[in-house]
């Protein structure tokens, strides 16, 4: 499950153009979304989280699939990521990914040093 799930993110990122990966094995990834610099884009990020969870996927960009997990809970996730990605690509299109976000942004969990 956790395969269908990476490789359907991935399929739809690249439709999309969406600047984001799937980082780590199938059954634990995590959903990375990069600037044009290379830096994590936290306000892309946020809008993702916003728009899955308005689409009944709860998420903080860490996936761990189970065996809990049946092939059509994949298949509404992967209809919610597009949905997701569709609205990012408007946000993309327009350079105002803020303007979208209906709450604060995600921040970083890095300590200063």
Do not use: W
């Amino acid at each position: 499950m956790g395969r269908k799930l990476k490789l359907g993110y991935a399929t739809l990122a690249k439709q999309y153009d969406i600047p984001t990966s799937c980082m780590g094995l199938a059954p634990h990834f995590v959903f990375k979304f990069r600037d044009a610099e290379g830096n994590d884009d936290l306000l892309l990020k946020s809008l993702f989280l916003q728009e899955a969870v308005k689409r009944g996927v709860l998420t903080n960009a860490s996936i761990m699939i189970s065996y809990a997990h049946k092939e059509a809970d994949i298949d509404r996730a992967l209809q919610a990521v597009e949905g997701a990605f569709q609205v990012m690509r408007e946000a993309l299109n327009k350079a105002d990914t803020e303007s979208y976000l209906e709450g604060p942004p995600v921040r970083s969990r890095a300590r200063p040093q």
